[in-house]
C-alpha cells in the first residue's frame, strides 16, 4: 500500500514553543519533502533529503530544521515558532525525479 | 535555476466548455520531467499526468498534455469540464539534479 503519511494532523501551538511534524513513508522512496502551502502562495519548498542524513535547504528554509535517521521517516522541526508559521505543512516522497506521494497535510496554528 | 510558469490566478469556466490551463518550463538539462498535480478543497495534491517524452500525448482521467521541448511547455487540456474538474493544478518540472519546482498554481473553478 503506497502511502505517506503525518502526524498530528491539526495542532495548536503558542508563540515560542517547539513544534515536531513528523512524516512516515512505506514506498522506500530515497527523497522526502518539506512544503508548506498558504493562500495564493502555492506550494513552498522548505527541505528536501535525498535519503538518510542527506537533507538540503529548499526555497524557504528560515525558522525550520529538519531530521532524517530512517529512510521511512522524515521529521520537520520548528524550533521557537513564530506566528507567521502558521499554516498547512505538507510531506511528501518520491523516488529520485519522479511522481510526489503527498501526505494528508498538517495544519499548524501558532498563536 | 529550473522555473515553472502556469496560467495565473483564477480559471472560471461554464460547464461542458474546454479546458486548457498553460505550462511552460526553463531548465538547461535535455530531458526534463513534467507533471500535473490536481488538489481539491482540503485534500492533498496528488499526481494527474506525467510526460518525460516529447511530442507523446498522455492522459488521464479525461484530462490530457504533451511535452513540447521545442516550445518548453505541458499545457493541461480536457474536451469538456465538469463541476468536479474545480480544484487547484499545479504544473511541476523534475530532473534528477536540482529539487523539483512547482509553478504557482492555478485555480480552476467550473460553474454551472
Known amino acids: 500500500d503506497m502511502k505517506v503519511t503525518q502526524m498530528p494532523r491539526y495542532l495548536i501551538k503558542r508563540m515560542g514553543e517547539n513544534v515536531l511534524l513528523e512524516c512516515g513513508q512505506d514506498?522506500?522512496?530515497?527523497?522526502m519533502y518539506w512544503y508548506r502551502q498558504d493562500p495564493g502562495l502555492g506550494l513552498q519548498l522548505i527541505y528536501i533529503s535525498y535519503d538518510v542524513d542527506s537533507n538540503s535547504e529548499g526555497d524557504i528554509p528560515k525558522g525550520y530544521r529538519v531530521s532524517r535517521k530512517k529512510r521511512e521517516h522524515f521529521s520537520l522541526i520548528l524550533d521557537s515558532a513564530k506566528t507567521n508559521q502558521t499554516s498547512v505543512y505538507f510531506c511528501?516522497?518520491?523516488?529520485?525525479?519522479?511522481?510526489?506521494?503527498f501526505g494528508p497535510g498538517t495544519r499548524l496554528t501558532v498563536l | 535555476g529550473d522555473s515553472v510558469t502556469q496560467t495565473e490566478g483564477l480559471v472560471t469556466l461554464t460547464e461542458g466548455l474546454p479546458v486548457m490551463l498553460n505550462c511552460t518550463y526553463q531548465t538547461i538539462y535535455s530531458n526534463p520531467f513534467l507533471f500535473w498535480y490536481v488538489q481539491h478543497l482540503n485534500e492533498s495534491p496528488r499526481l494527474l499526468l506525467k510526460s518525460f517524452t516529447d511530442n507523446k500525448r498522455t492522459e488521464h482521467q479525461g484530462f490530457h498534455a504533451t511535452l513540447h521541448k521545442s516550445s518548453s511547455s505541458f499545457h493541461l487540456q480536457k474536451s469538456s469540464a465538469q463541476l468536479s474538474d474545480s480544484a487547484l493544478y499545479y504544473c511541476a518540472l523534475s530532473n534528477n539534479n536540482n529539487a523539483p519546482r512547482f509553478g504557482a498554481g492555478t485555480k480552476l473553478s467550473v460553474k454551472p
Open positions: 511528501a516522497s518520491s523516488s529520485t525525479g519522479d511522481e510526489q506521494y
Open positions: 514506498m522506500s522512496h530515497e527523497t
